[in-house]
């Protein structure tokens, strides 16, 4: 049954996305909530990839979506979100005119590659049937990346407000995220030895835990420290 877990996965997410959505929607400017929301939808359709092949079987024109969506966009776009809230405007720009542009370059490869089924493939999902195994030297930047920020990011934002003893629920708020950011990391590690079921119930876990810590932050009182967050 745990190959079923994407699908409540997925539902979450699609929940989720609605709930940040609606959010960034009275702040359009938000930039940040604009990246977090599009994090959420490729978190999700990640997922979806996941439930498809579970349901109906493995399909080529899956695998490559699952791929993209999970090595290059998995917590991509909600990192690019934590910089537009922690760094500079001009920084944020130039770097998310960057991933965008080598994770565009990475799918397009990914799209082209032909397929090579290892010995002993049991149609489950995994980048090694990608001939082009070069490909796959993109996602470790992409990932690096996203792992520096968000959750750094958190990690930082969990220090501000840790000095700051008014500010318990958005400390815990980060915690909560830091946490959600870990745990599908460690699942896809997992995934390079065969144990793609770890990846499935991390990715569920680690979705909840970044639920939590946004609605607690959200619900927080008084002011973030952060100045792209004063408004909400």
Do not use: C
């Not at 702040?27 to 490729?42: E, I, Q, R």
């Not at 840790?162 to 708020?173: E, H, I, M």
């Not at 810590?213 to 408004?231: C, F, L, M, V, W």
């Amino acid at each position: 049954m745990i190959e079923y877990i994407p699908i409540l996965t997925t539902l979450f997410a699609a929940y989720f996305f609605i709930r940040i959505f609606k959010h960034y929607r009275t702040k359009p400017k938000a930039y940040y909530l604009l990246w977090w929301s599009l994090g959420v939808l490729t978190y999700g359709i990640g997922t979806l990839t996941e439930s498809i092949n579970a349901v109906f079987g493995w399909t080529e024109v899956n695998m490559k979506l699952w791929y993209i969506s999970g090595a290059f966009l998995g917590g991509y776009p909600l990192a690019q979100g934590t910089v537009y809230l922690l760094m500079k405007r001009k920084f944020a720009d130039i770097s998310a005119y960057i991933l965008v542009g080598i994770i565009a370059i990475g799918s397009v490869f990914v799209i082209l590659s032909p397929i090579k089924f290892p010995q002993g493939f049991d149609h489950g999902l995994t980048g090694d049937v990608l001939a082009w195994e070069w490909v796959r030297y993109f996602s470790p930047f992409i990932n690096i990346y996203s792992f520096i920020f968000l959750f750094g990011g958190a990690v930082y934002s969990t220090i501000v407000y840790a000095r700051q003893t008014t500010k318990d629920k958005r400390f815990l708020g980060n915690v909560f995220i830091a946490i959600g950011a870990l745990l599908p990391g460690i699942g896809g590690s997992f995934t390079r030895f065969g144990y793609v079921e770890v990846l499935y119930i991390t990715e569920l876990i680690g979705l909840i835990f970044i639920f939590a810590g946004y609605i607690t932050i959200r619900k927080a009182p008084g002011k973030s420290a952060h100045k792209e967050q004063q408004q909400d």
